[in-house]
């Protein structure tokens, strides 16, 4: 009578115990991580048309960029989100256009970086276009109106 007894106090005890761990002992697959893959710019081409009444705000930065010539933009935003522009580096223009999220490196080997992108879609998300120079974010901007558009510059000489 003590051994059936015995054994069901043991698996009370192993029972309380699986459930005192709780469900943060459960299996969770790690997280998937996205890799979005690096783009060059396309050949040069012409330039965009301007819409809007009011101008856009533009952000010029300096030439701080720890002795690099090369410039990240990444595009990024809500999913759908569509942009289209046109970044020049010197006298050589490169077409931007796509779905978020992207990204376009530019060596400016001394020369000076400007940048018109617009929102394309008629969706209410976000665009952010962030340029980091470096090792180090130098700019941040984001726009939600359809249409909007985002200036940058960045003078690498």
Do not use: W
């Amino acid at each position: 009578m003590i051994v059936p007894a015995a054994m069901l106090l043991l698996t009370m005890l192993l029972l309380v115990v699986a459930c005192a761990e709780g469900p943060e002992k459960k299996h969770n697959p790690p997280e998937q991580k996205t890799e979005i893959p690096e783009e060059t710019t396309s050949p040069p081409s012409t330039a965009l048309e301007t819409t809007g009444n009011s101008p856009p705000p533009e952000v010029t930065l300096g030439d701080d960029a720890g002795g690099k010539s090369e410039i990240l933009i990444r595009l990024e935003g809500d999913p759908k989100t569509t942009f289209s522009g046109l970044c020049s580096v010197g006298e050589e223009q490169n077409v931007l256009s796509g779905r978020v999220p992207k990204r376009f490196t530019f060596d400016l080997k001394g020369r000076k970086l400007s940048c018109r992108i617009e929102k394309r879609d008629d969706g209410k998300g976000a665009l952010k276009v962030v340029l980091v120079a470096g090792d180090a974010t130098r700019s941040v901007q984001q726009t939600n109106s359809p249409g909007g558009v985002i200036k940058i510059s960045y003078d690498g000489g």
